[in-house]
């Protein structure tokens, strides 16, 4: 779209790189979420020796993940997609079930809902948090699939687009609501943190933080392959061969060194900088909230051309424009946070 509505170079020296980094970012956040749900599992298993530190479970993660990438096209994913739609649902049920169990619980933590930090602080984390939400509910329907629906297009993209936000909505502020009530500003980046007290034990039945864990590793493990077949695609159009067969030597040598190679990456820098909040809050500032909130009403203008003197043409600007500030300040924000981290934890921490 970016191609042929603003031009060759803004599709390849803009858009396409800020789509790349939103992919591949959230393989990284992927790799090091899974890396922490496994320290989770790990710490219930073996409660009284802590040996093991974050970064190990993280490249245990991103060996697995090493294997689920040589999957060889999107469409062999299809599967894997149906059942990491599942286990979202199961997840974000369970989380929400946890959270309500621990509020009402006589163990539950004392909750604190005051707004912590200076009044500079709290101004950033206000944009650092428009930036995390961004990241959550930017990815909706992507246009490929909404050019295979059959006719009347409008209409049917607009109902999907409803449902689609309907599960959102009802998944996402359900795991927010109750973690918040029953955490307060306690509340961690993984929710799943909390069912755990200072001294590791569970707040919750042992066995239901043991499944809630599992399926959360396996649907990061499928959201992590489905956002490695971008970067897949560019590496093996420019390195394999589409003129032979997909498991032949010509295209399997290079689909498993440079897909191994892109995932040792993604599991190095999850490992060396476990801040899953500020990663989130990079990638929507740099990447969600110009693609989702900035370019579609850029497009829409440039390509319907409405009058000058009508609404729709002003209130685009409008959002063009405030949605433009958001994103710099929240940028910027962003990269406070995570210098202040940098501050507090080294390379390769054991958050």
Not at 195 to 203: E, H, M, R, T, Y
Request: net charge positive; glycine share 6%; proline share 5%.
């Amino acid at each position: 779209m970016a191609h042929d509505i603003l031009g060759p170079r803004w599709g390849w020296f803009y858009v396409g790189p800020i789509q790349f980094m939103v992919c591949y970012g959230a393989v990284v956040a992927s790799t090091l979420l899974g890396g922490q749900c496994m320290k989770t599992i790990y710490l219930l298993s073996n409660p009284d020796h802590e040996t093991m530190k974050l970064y190990e479970f993280v490249i245990i993660f991103g060996c697995f993940m090493l294997i689920l990438a040589q999957i060889p096209s999107f469409h062999s994913l299809r599967h894997i997609n149906l059942v990491s739609l599942v286990l979202c649902l199961a997840y974000s049920a369970c989380a929400t079930a946890g959270s309500i169990y621990i509020g009402h619980s006589s163990k539950r933590p004392e909750r604190d809902y005051s707004i912590m930090g200076k009044s500079d602080d709290r101004i950033f984390g206000i944009f650092n948090a428009i930036a995390i939400i961004a990241t959550s509910y930017g990815n909706g329907i992507i246009p490929e699939i909404q050019a295979t629906i059959a006719p009347p297009v409008k209409g049917k993209m607009f109902k999907g687009l409803c449902v689609c936000y309907a599960v959102v909505a009802v998944n996402f502020f359900s795991v927010a609501i109750s973690g918040y009530w029953a955490f307060g500003n306690k509340a961690e980046g993984l929710v799943l943190s909390n069912f755990l007290d200072i001294n590791g034990k569970p707040l919750v039945p042992k066995w239901f933080v043991l499944m809630t864990n599992i399926f959360t590793i396996l649907q990061l493990s499928a959201v992590g392959v489905v956002y490695l077949q971008p970067t897949n695609e560019v590496l093996e159009r420019a390195f394999a061969d589409p003129k032979s067969q997909e498991f032949s030597p010509r295209n399997v040598v290079p689909r498993l060194i440079f897909r191994s190679l892109s995932i040792v990456i993604a599991t190095t820098i999850a490992a060396m900088l476990p801040f899953f909040g500020d990663i989130n809050a990079l990638i929507g500032a740099f990447g969600f909230m110009p693609l989702d909130f900035i370019l579609p009403v850029v497009f829409f203008n440039l390509t319907f051309k409405p009058s000058k003197r009508s609404s729709i043409f002003w209130l685009n600007i409008i959002l063009a424009v405030v949605f433009s500030t958001l994103a710099l300040i929240a940028a910027v924000a962003a990269v406070r946070q995570i210098s202040l981290d940098a501050k507090t934890y080294k390379l390769f921490a054991n958050v």
